[in-house]
């Protein structure tokens, strides 16, 4: 059975994070390239092992201290398995399910305490055996130019595990520039982490 969904009925949450590692910690998911299409790590003892793969195709190996500051750790306190997906300009996205929204808010307070910075990607209902996802988002707290920008970026699969797009791609069809729209995004994903927090003080509708 995977963490995704188990037994017919069961219901979790798959939360996608961006994830700034700590500069100063050396975490080698980043230390060996800022972009990856592919991330594997294995982390045992003391060591943590991370292979990279570029966009371009090449294997980076890279080597770290495992400790209980270190990102892996992070989830595993809270019982969470980490899928990191890739790397780009130092970020990492990285996926993993969670029971309610509750469980999502104490992930992310938890992964504060030990990197630089952390943004809701999407969070998204996964239900039955065959793990069919429902997105949970609600877009009308943002302003138009921050949904269009985040509607623009789903719509090309900026967010996807395997994506092709990238965000000055994303900025040019828009007419700005790359950091305005990343800001403009990160302020998006600001308020839908403040409503999936919201959320997590009222009851699930049944």
């Known amino acids: 059975m995977s963490d995704a969904a188990g037994a017919e009925g069961d219901r979790r949450l798959r939360v996608d994070l961006d994830v700034d590692p700590t500069g100063d910690r050396g975490c080698p998911i980043v230390s060996e390239a ?5 991330v594997a790590v294995n982390a045992v003892g003391d060591e943590c092992v991370v292979d ?6 090449e294997v ?3 080597t770290g201290e495992v400790d209980a500051d ?6 595993g306190r809270l019982g969470c398995v980490p ?10 996205l990285v996926t993993a399910y969670v029971d309610d929204r509750a469980a999502v808010r104490g992930l992310v307070e938890e992964l504060r305490g030990v990197v630089d910075r ?5 969070l998204a209902v996964v239900e039955g055996p065959d793990a069919t996802e429902q997105v949970t988002f609600d877009l009308s707290a943002l302003t138009p130019k921050q949904r269009r920008g985040l509607e623009l970026a789903v719509v090309r699969g900026y967010f996807d ?3 092709d797009v990238r965000l000055s791609d994303l900025a040019d069809e828009l007419g ?7 800001q403009r995004l990160r302020t998006a994903q600001a308020k839908l982490v403040t409503d999936v927090f919201d959320g997590a003080e009222r009851p699930e509708p049944s």
């Open 34 to 38: 800022d972009e990856a299409a592919e």
């Open 52 to 57: 990279v793969t570029t966009p371009e195709g």
């Open 60 to 62: 980076r190996r890279g």
């Open 161 to 163: 595990d395997d994506r």
């Open 70 to 75: 270190c990102l892996c750790h992070a989830f």
């Open 118 to 122: 952390v943004r809701l990607v999407r």
């Open 83 to 92: 899928h990191f997906r890739r790397v780009e300009d130092g970020t990492i």
């Open 176 to 182: 700005i520039s790359k950091s305005a729209l990343s």
